[in-house]
């Protein structure tokens, strides 16, 4: 699909105002205002498309304000971020370093995980069928093989 001559000016107008800001409501009214010049492909003088969508994307925008208003960001806590369930992007990180870590057995890796999710020691040896002694120690060698590999992988 090819724009007209004059969606592609207005596109490039819109792009201009977009540089220019750091407001997130002015960026997500630019972005919805594209959406439409796209969408209608028009062939009407450029400042009428401007206008038009901006007007539009405007209109949108606010209509949504007033369902969700907005929140600045260092006022959200981050275990109050809507489906987040970890504290720091840290948990995350290690998280997703013990997926992925080709330093751990599967058994380790696993045994760890399940840690990570809030699962007690007790409770995995019961599941597994193991004394509980031997569920710690098994806890405690994986922990130990866990730090050393996290030091070796990511000071590399």
């Known amino acids: 699909m090819m724009l007209s001559e004059q969606a592609q000016r207005a596109l490039i107008l819109l792009d201009r105002r977009a540089r220019t800001t750091g407001d997130l409501f002015v960026l997500d009214r630019v972005d919805r205002a594209k959406d439409e010049i796209i969408r209608l492909n028009s062939s009407a003088p450029v400042a009428f498309q401007v206008r038009s969508a901006w ?37 995350v990180e290690l998280r997703e370093w013990l997926r992925t870590t080709p330093s751990l057995a599967k058994k380790q890796r696993q045994l760890l995980q ?6 007690e020691g007790d409770a995995l040896a019961t599941q597994l069928g193991i004394p509980l002694p031997r569920m710690r120690e098994q806890i405690s060698r994986a922990r130990k093989r866990a730090r050393s590999a996290y030091v070796i992988e990511v000071a590399a």
């Not at 907005?70 to 970890?86: F, T, V």
């Open 55 to 91: 007007a539009h994307a405007g209109a949108v925008l606010r209509e949504r304000q007033k369902l969700v208003p907005a929140m600045r960001l260092s006022d959200i806590a981050p275990q109050d971020e809507p489906g987040k369930d970890e504290v720091s992007f840290a948990t």
């Open 114 to 119: 399940d840690l990570a999710t809030g699962r």
